[in-house]
């Protein structure tokens, strides 16, 4: 299956600064990327969807300023959380998907997740 | 009422048991169903993926897709302890939300050695 990667696995940081996640679609071209959280035992909950070129749609609830997201090219999309506090501590999983295109419509290929930890 | 329902378990079976994971849905303009395997800590890995109605089959697991129900399911024979994950069904409408699916809460199976 087409592979997806994020960068970094796990990131500890203090409280206030501010954390850069990288997703990568190595095999494919994204036309759109999905940024998900997902806390202990629970489901994904979408936060963005961001197509290469145009501002992300965020989901309702989720702070654009706080959450900033850049799909530069369409193998490449990052998520920077700002000013991070530890309620934004979590599990941060991207998605990437050629739409219309390839072998599966409409799947999403799912990167390994970042685990960010903020003191 | 959410537009995707999934029994989160979890489910304990004995290793060699047939499993049946379950969705229901309420959006009857979805027309792409999938059912991921997330491990603890990884990332969600697509399994099955099914278009419209029908029966799919790939070794060990097959998926069943029933649009006049709203119902989907997903089937593993034989199961191992490497089954063992957390089982998330999601669904998409295709066509201008391309790309963008609802997922189930997940259903945790546990397969016993």
Redesign the interface.
Known sequence: ?AV?S?HPSRVICKSGTSVKIECRSLDFQA??M?WYRQFP????MLMA?SNEGSKATYEQGVEKDKFLINHASLTLSTLTVTSAHPEDSS?Y?C?A????SGR??????????T?LTVL | QKEVEQDPGPLSVPEGAIVSLNCTYSNSAFQYFMWYRQYSRKGPELLMYTYSSGNKEDGRFTAQVDKSSKYISLFIRDSQPSDSATYLCAMSEGGTNAGKSTFGDGTTLTVKP
Request: proline fraction near 3%.
């Open positions: 299956g997806v994020q036309t759109t999905f035992k629970k489901s994904l969807t599990f999983i998605s998907t050629s739409g219309t599966y419509t409409d799947t999403q290929y799912f990167g390994p997740g685990r």
